[in-house]
């Protein structure tokens, strides 16, 4: 996101987009059909990541339209997955959250577990700082939505995109996913 718009107006926008090992830029909110013809796979988990892990909320106004209430990082997610073709409500519908970690400066990441609309099944997602999200990972989303494993090399590649990405003044966060098992012991 652009960090800019925060001191003038208290409004950020999403400028950049790194998946499936391409950097995309944003251009203006009709020109970015490139962005929605991901792979079915890929724009599902980019919208369940924006729009089941956020403090934000989406209501509509008096005059019809919807905003979204949270703040300025939160915002221009919620507002760039609704770019997407997302519907925030829809996500809050069909999709059960069990167990919300918030935001704090000092873990500099929120997570949430959901209990996915197939049955049976959770996902938790995190999103928070890019350094702390990516040292977490062991995979990395490939073009048909697949993990695939994360070498050393896309490791660094990563590092150096998010790095670039902080030389051009945009706020950095990483989204990830991890799929849970229910027989698993772990929290």
């Known amino acids: 996101t652009d960090k800019t718009g925060t001191l003038t107006t208290n409004h950020m926008v999403v400028n950049k987009i790194w998946v499936c090992n391409e950097t995309k830029t944003i251009t203006s ?3 970015n059909d490139e962005l929605k013809s991901a792979s079915e796979g890929v724009h599902n988990l980019l919208l369940q990541s ?4 956020t403090s934000a909320e989406v209501v509509k ?3 019809g339209n919807n905003s ?8 221009a997610v919620i507002e760039f997955g609704m770019l997407l073709g997302g519907d925030f409500k829809s996500y809050s519908e069909d ?4 167990t919300v970690e918030p935001f704090n ?5 929120m997570s949430v577990l959901a209990a996915l609309p197939d049955g049976g099944k959770k996902r938790a997602f995190c999103k928070g700082a890019s350094e702390i999200i990516l040292e977490m990972c062991d995979n990395v989303v490939g073009t048909d939505g697949e993990a695939v494993p994360l070498s ?3 490791r660094t590649n990563i590092s150096d995109i998010i790095n670039g990405f902080a030389c051009e003044a945009l ?3 990483c989204l990830a996913f991890k799929n849970i098992d229910d027989s698993s012991s772990e929290s």
């Not at 999709?95 to 069990?98: E, G, H, N, Q, V």
């Not at 400066?105 to 990441?109: D, L, N, P, Q, T």
Request: negative net charge; aromatic residues 6%.
């Open 61 to 63: 106004g008096e005059d």
């Open 152 to 154: 050393d090399e896309q």
């Open 95 to 98: 999709y059960k959250i069990l």
């Open 29 to 31: 909110n009709e020109n």
């Open 50 to 53: 924006i729009f089941l892990n």
């Open 105 to 109: 400066s000092v873990r500099k990441k």
């Open 171 to 173: 706020r950095t966060l």
């Open 68 to 75: 979204v209430i949270g703040t300025p990082t939160e915002t």
